[in-house]
């Protein structure tokens, strides 16, 4: 699976973490910054990575920043994006299964790294469930 990968300086430190963790299981990863642990903007790489997605470029997305709220509100910006700020496992789940989420957001200094990466696990390996939340889905893109 293809993924990119996005981050202010809030976020770079587990984005790097998330991106070696990928690697090593497989997973091929489009790295759209930033770079180190300078002052950037947030909408940059949230906006970023949300057009990597919907342009085809990723299968799907991760993004990071300091609570996770202002990046994934970014990738939200682009149309067809439906980035969801998880802080555990189960909403990694429940947002690929019932919302068919395609970014996942995190907040690098509200959770600790190894559930950082078990929650891209669940993520990752989490299925749409389709039915009854397929019309719920269409209504957001109206």
Excluded: W
């Excluded at 300086?9 to 997973?27: P, T």
């Excluded at 949300?50 to 342009?55: D, F, K, L, P, S």
């Excluded at 802080?87 to 429940?94: D, I, K, S, V, W």
């Excluded at 891209?120 to 719920?136: M, N, P, W, Y």
């Amino acid at each position: 699976m293809k993924l990119a990968l996005g981050c202010d300086h809030g976020g770079y430190e587990l984005k790097e973490k998330v991106k070696k963790h990928l690697i090593e299981k497989g997973h091929e990863v489009l790295d759209l910054g930033c770079y180190s642990t300078e002052s950037v903007n947030y909408p940059v790489y949230g906006k970023a990575v949300g057009h990597a997605v919907i342009n085809k470029e990723a299968d799907l997305g991760i993004v990071i920043c300091g609570t996770g709220i202002g990046i994934s509100i970014a990738a939200n910006k682009v149309k067809g994006v439906r980035a969801a700020l998880c802080m555990n496992t189960t909403m990694a789940r429940l947002t690929k299964e019932h919302n068919n989420a395609n970014v996942l957001a995190m907040g690098a200094r509200m959770i600790g790294d190894v559930l950082a990466l078990e929650i891209v696990d669940e993520f990752l390996t989490a299925e749409f469930q389709g039915g009854r939340h397929i019309e719920r889905i269409n209504m957001l893109e109206d």
